[in-house]
């Protein structure tokens, strides 16, 4: 009796332990246990031999690569949320089904954005680095370190999707003032129950907020989104905090104003060109101006588990010849 054969699943990148069994279990899983981001050519070389490709957001999924005339590949399970690193179109033309991670990391990341939200206005990196540095502290003073309180402030959140939402609810038991622009307003129930002012315009919200969050997708439409023409419209006192992707701000402008005291400051998770981080940034960090944190917005082991657990269900369902939970469609972006 003839033993059917598991179909190859490739990981790109190290995934928990408890994934990384259980795909062993299920499939023919050629996992990467050192980590290291794979090549192009060894991507090229998944994309010609896998039925099953596992990427993650450092993984560029190309048409180029997708049309190689010995593709065997028919799913791409994308470990994450955003599929910015995938063509999906490219995908959806040669019958390759797409799927990601959704609904997992909402928490998680609005957890980041809000202490963000709370750092760079309060000084909290900076403070700390009184202590952790060797610097001189002199104790308790009435005027030394102040920051800005948050209570009553005005927040702009772009995008106002899952993760939006999800800040906003958090920002409002802060005292926060809750505005968002969004390509449509959130259903009324929503917005009552958040107490939140649509803008349709973007222009006009960013020339009137204290502090403004990213939590928009990368696509097409959001590359500069917040353009060097956007940017200037912001007000001189105040703050952008970043967890979404760092291609929706021009950051070379940005980087400009703050140095300039034209943009108060600002909290970045991610960059335009990571995981390189611009020297500008990191001078600006060293002098308090900015606080930078390495792309760790989702980074909790519940989320990283229960990512995993979805790409799992997505590959399952697909090998039974049913359609993936989390299928991505190009109408979807």
Known sequence: MSVKKKPLVVVTRKLPDSIETRMRELFDARLNLDDTPLTPEQIAEAVRTADVLV???????????????????????????????IDVIAAHARGI????TPKVLTEDTADMTMALILAVPRRLVEGASILTEGKNWPGWSPTWMLGHRIGGKRLGIIGMGRIGQALARRAR????????HNRRPVAPVIADELGATYWES???MLARMDILSVNCPHTP????????RRLKLIRKDAYIVNTARGEVIDEDTLIKLIEAGEIAGAGLDVFENEPAVSPKLVRLAKAGKVTLLPHMGSATIEGRVEMGEKVIINIRTFLDNHKPPDRVLPSML
Do not use: M, W
């Not at 990427?55 to 593709?71: A, M, N, R, S």
């Open 55 to 85: 990427p993650t957001v450092t993984d560029e999924i190309t048409e180029e690569l997708l049309k190689q005339p010995d593709c065997k590949l028919r799913l791409i399970a994308n470990f994450g949320n955003g599929v910015d690193n």
């Open 97 to 100: 089904t797409v799927t990601n």
């Open 173 to 180: 038991a802060f005292g926060l003032q809750i505005h968002y």
């Open 202 to 204: 973007l222009d006009q």
């Open 221 to 228: 439409a959001t590359f500069h989104l917040l353009s060097a």
